[in-house]
């Protein structure tokens, strides 16, 4: 429980030295000691020794799988899906006279009760199993160690620097000394020990059934710099902006983000376009953290506490602010507030990705429909509301090619070695269209 | 996980505040993160709702009972006696057409499976059931909130202030305004709900088998103040340093004490000789508890830290010191070493129980056999060891009687309403004789 | 700020574990951050280096000091003695030309401007200075550390161990592995250095005025181990509760005390009627730590929390509780109540202490005038307000008789080589009597 | 101690909220307990009453001034300039009759005794008064609190919301919901009360000597939305990479930024170049705060551990990165290897400002003269040492008419109603020339 760096301390790190693999899964805590037991990996003693499993995603069909374990005897400890997915595989029958544990027909079996959305690593004795679901919903990627050439007199193979790494995002292997290898893909088991990563089987989804990658990753979640079926997030992300300056142009002086996740589709749209991109805002870095609370008089003020301004950058001007989403619509309301009140003429607001009016049951935490401003009265004069002078989404077309577009190139140029993509291409856009990639039980 | 005082604190009580029952159990933790899945109560949500399990001892054979629900898929996520008992109850067949859960059945089934050691509180909705194991190995008592009486006018029944508390010793009850009821019996089942407390069932033990209350309660673990089988602990006590004079008289001066718990068998030392009871020593509160750790100096003058020295009251005396046990010998040297340096003439040691010489299994923390100075070499002439003019323990026979005597007397008195002890009476003295109540399985 | 062993914890000690001599002071603080920057030591950089202070006591002229040097331009940073006295060392005159610091010029100087009380460790490069005001107020001993002999073949004088500790009080030596070697006497500064303690001067008091250590320290405030005066803290409370028995005897069972600074006293006492000691109540650890607060309920039971009870010791018996103070009333009420409920026929208060009626000015923190019992109404009838069959205290005379009788036989012994006492002996009863032992100025 | 948003937390804004005026200053702690005397403000009681000090910069003087004090028996307790001027303004003489505190006397004749480094808040009563030393060295400005207006039926000049803030930089003001309203001017004393900003004195610095504001504001420590000057600091930032560009230009594709403070300049020089601007680093906000060590891989890996790389940007492109300072020169190679490794066909460095050679004096915490790249000989090949294709500095000349060119331009437009500037325009550039703006004495 807490912050990485408070739970990983010199401390703990050292504790943890002399071992040579391992899983965890870091997790947005909600509240309190209750959430404890919610931690990650979940670990299990079972006949054939100690399993440990960490989870991505939230099972569609969970309430049904728990019945079914407690209909069994199995009492289930906490609400986590991580238990139940590890209870699931302990149980797997045929249970009598199961002398050898067999962890991949385990692990399939698992695979068809449940279809969606797990990205899985498990953990038995020195083999980690690294699963994706076959709708490929939560991203899951393989990176290796770089190997230092020439230490001590070793060669580049030495094995002391030889090892694999799991990753939801490929930017997290730079800063460890590993480069990306390629992505666990949809429906597929990898079973990865000291010296080889291994396909054992992929599990296909209902024949027709498109994949169905998580879309808000491209559009907000991931760092710019992971690559998701063969593409950065980054490029993603301007050809947002690009794809936003042909649907929804502007007559104006200037382009600029609100720091800093819209600068990709800032810098893409201010090319398209042809305006300059100029910097308008500059991130507050300390009021944040502060327990100085916003006051009646500052909310009444309707101060735009993260932001400091530069005004000099605008004056007079007619600005376009590129957003990467309006969730609820009360960040941008101050930010136009604070850039008329420092000069600027016009304030025209264009967001790089669609409006979000359906909840996701896939493991993504979305406000409920009632506080979506897209879901709301005001939405239906949302400039006037935000005090904008215009205001644009991107169309669901516009962001679904833009995320396609450079995939279905490569997979144009190379159908047969291009492996990526089995079956169907498609991304779960049910937070944006209400088409979920499977049907929900209840 | 941490102590008391600051996970009950004043944020985490106010939201307990609502409720209106609940169990837990304080054990001592031994070290760092591994320990926290441990933590009791186990909870488990099953077919028939959630229930909550606190438990104090140890199973016997919890090793088999681990294997048996592992065959039958259920991995188990922690080490704890506590998740073992709570799966066992949950999983008690017959599983198919379970349609209501007869937790009382369930109960009886999981004590045939496991003779001891466990006293148990089992919480389910608004039920707590109490059960101690047939041999009552491990202490459990109710108690009664005392009723407020006038309070606003209401009478001395107002329900506000009515329930019941459940505990091992009864000495915690007078400090939250509750009074002792009686204990639960060996292999007692009982129901506690709001306005009542009801016997469901009593399971017995293989007939001939005594029953086997834990002797080491009374000589150390247990605070004076508490009630085991109807008699006060500090009279045991106090008994047990009567029977001491008895069996090793000695010629001295006076007769002290190692504060604090050696100070009741003292003064029964001291008044069944006749010789003035005297303190030698006074406890230092601080030095325990400061990072100043004993360096080269202070081991090489054996410095007796945790005391004081009260060097006027016993100059050139001689001095009989009583001390509840020696487990070690470790801390009784230097004690001796710091009196005889302030004036002490002769230093008698004479030890209100026996020595201990065999490990324990039925949970409680004993040293390995090989560090018990009763098993070592040094044992042969120990007041040479540890620096004594002598040095004598109690007898078995006589901590047994001291215990037994006054039971013996109420039960002969009052042969048939006494029903406290039921079956052949008897205390586990398995840590002095290596006699176990039952026969232990591997 | 904190705890000592927070701030002193192995980090902070791995830091001073190079120097070889330091001075210190441990206080209660009251609350909150103001009171940081009275903590001690308090150091300044003078024209000859620096000079650290740390102070025991309170000056009875602190407020015309502080306008003096503040109309010499020195802004006075805190409202602590401690600075006081430092930036007074560091004004002292005459300035000009004043190449070499006399710092005892300087601190018999300091001690001509302010009587008492204070007890004072002055320290500058190697030396450190031992102070006590002329009266005596507060205490101040001399420790000597044990050398530890043959350690490594080294003779007994191996300068690694030898070594001086300057204290409040004795009892602090043993753990440490130091013995006590002698008092620092009214007036006396003491020089210490590395191999020798020597007196520098000893300034007198007004002709006629006697000492006055503070008499508080005897009955309450010290470890029964100290040693002032020449005699242990415990002994002078013995002789306390004799005094009690001859003053105000009862018809009784059995004597009692309330753990357990009263037990010397209630020995005492016991002794001297004939009666037996028994223990009635045992000390609860627990409770007085935990954040479970009295509620409205407890109030009403008037629970002793702090006490567990020992019933069976004093059933149907009359009963004599030696306290040793009595100062609000607040906490012998409810052990009474429990006593009686718990089976007491009879309670009789005594009290080794006369009350206390009267402010200190001398660094006791004392409650305010009106919260002492012994200046409201309900004293006059107070053993019915606190539920006593009767209630008596020591007097004022039996109280100085108890403390003084052992000094003056020694005196009286003695009178040419025992120095301790120099001048008229005395002692401070102010909180008692109203007589302060120098005029106050306000 | 500690950060400010643990320091000033829910709890203790709490007991500050009744007030309605203060002072204070965040500075970073190097290490340890021994610093906590210096947290600001330095608080004295004076004769007339309490005053309070907040200091930021450095007295050139302050030995002298030191010595001063003590030889008039003042014992300084700290070793900061806080401290020091505070018991100067507690001393000033004359002190015989001094009846009254004139502290704009004394305050002005503080300003004599010492020529530089110091921006100032004093707090006497109700009253604060701001200072900047006669060469402006460290920056200080006024804000308002911006009125709201129709609140409760009162009108724009409801006092409630009426006040003034003041702070190093006009940053701060726009989240407190204040906005700027000017600079103290170099030697200006500004009287501060509820309704009323008043300057009381200008002190003139010798004839002839230019002002000396620190010129490593604008490169580096000032917040970009700042205002210093007139000019906003993200303008200077701006023209010092056009300036750059007219400097040093390169053949090349695009022109990046080390995020984020060089990205003012890099747009500055993109645009003069004629260059696209295209991000080719993202920062990784997690690694720097763990407490994973860089191990002997990572380090010999030279992995640029702060930052993600885009490395689609820039792929066999020819890169110039823009960044604002190299002082020690390990923190761009790694970045440039990374670059290279990730497929940029060249590295070319432009640095916005000039190499710092020598030590800051009046409160800038700059590395020794031996760290410092440009004092050692790899200086002389540096593009090879960091393995750039090109690496050069902005002049100092070019740095210092980017700060200085709008400042002229305002001057030569308004030259008598400018007051901003008084006497002849200068910055400190010490650090870059060795030209330090008083001669410094030791």
Tied chains: 1, 2, 3, 4.
């Excluded at 899964?25 to 299990?44: D, K």
């Excluded at 990205?119 to 190997?147: F, Q, T, W």
């Excluded at 009360?330 to 930010?335: D, F």
């Excluded at 949302?382 to 962001?399: K, R």
Aim: charged residues 20%; hydrophobic residues 35%; glycine residues 8%.
């Amino acid at each position: 429980m807490g912050l990485i760096n408070h739970v990983f301390n010199a401390d703990s790190l050292k504790k943890l030295y002399p071992s040579n693999l391992g899983i965890g899964h870091t997790r947005y805590s909600t509240s309190g000691i209750s959430e404890l037991q919610n931690c990650q990996p979940f670990v299990v003693e079972t006949l054939h020794g100690k399993i440990a499993v960490a989870h991505n995603g939230e099972l569609t069909n969970a309430a049904q799988l728990r019945k079914k374990l407690m209909r069994h005897g199995v009492g289930l400890s906490t609400s986590s899906d991580s238990e139940l997915i590890t209870q699931l595989l302990a149980f797997t029958p045929p249970l009598e006279n199961d002398d050898t544990a067999d962890w991949v027909a385990r692990i399939k079996n698992l695979m068809k009760e449940t279809p969606t959305s797990y990205s899985l690593l498990i953990m038995h004795k020195d083999i980690i199993y690294a699963v994706r679901d076959p709708y490929g919903n939560r991203p899951l990627c393989i990176g290796r160690l770089i190997p230092v050439g020439d230490m001590n007199g070793k060669g580049k193979d030495n094995t002391e620097t030889e090892g694999w790494v799991v990753s939801s995002e490929s930017c997290s292997f730079l800063s460890i000394g590993a480069e990306y290898y390629r992505e666990v893909l949809p429906g597929e088991i990898v079973k990865i020990s000291r010296h080889d990563v291994q396909t054992l089987d992929v599990i296909r989804r209902p024949a027709g059934d498109p994949s169905a990658f998580c879309i808000f990753e491209y559009v907000y979640f991931a760092r710019p710099d992971s690559i998701f079926e063969g593409q950065m997030v980054y490029s993603v992300r301007r050809r947002c902006g690009q794809q936003l300056a042909i649907e929804a142009p502007v007559e104006a002086d200037l382009v600029s983000t609100v720091p800093e996740s819209a600068t990709p589709a800032a810098l893409g749209y201010a090319q398209k376009c042809g305006l300059p991109y100029v910097e308008v805002l500059c991130k507050n870095r300390y009021v944040g953290r502060t327990f100085i609370q916003p006051n009646m008089r500052l909310r009444q003020l309707g101060v735009a506490k993260k932001f400091g301004v530069l005004s000099d950058n605008f004056k007079g001007k007619r600005v376009v602010i590129i957003d990467d989403s309006i969730v609820r619509g009360n960040t941008i309301s101050p930010i136009i507030k604070l850039l008329r009140e420092s000069g600027a003429k016009e304030v025209h607001i264009r967001v790089a990705s669609p409006p979000i009016r359906f909840p996701c049951y896939m493991g993504i935490n979305i406000p409920t429909k009632e506080e979506l401003i897209a879901n709301r009265p005001e939405f239906h004069d949302l400039a006037n509301y935000i005090g904008a002078d215009s205001v644009v989404y991107l169309s669901v077309e516009g962001l679904v090619s833009s995320v396609q577009e450079s995939i279905k190139a490569r997979q144009d140029n190379n159908p047969k070695t291009h492996k990526s993509f089995i079956g169907k291409l498609g991304h779960c856009t049910a937070c944006l269209t209400g088409d979920y990639p499977v049907e929900l039980e209840w």
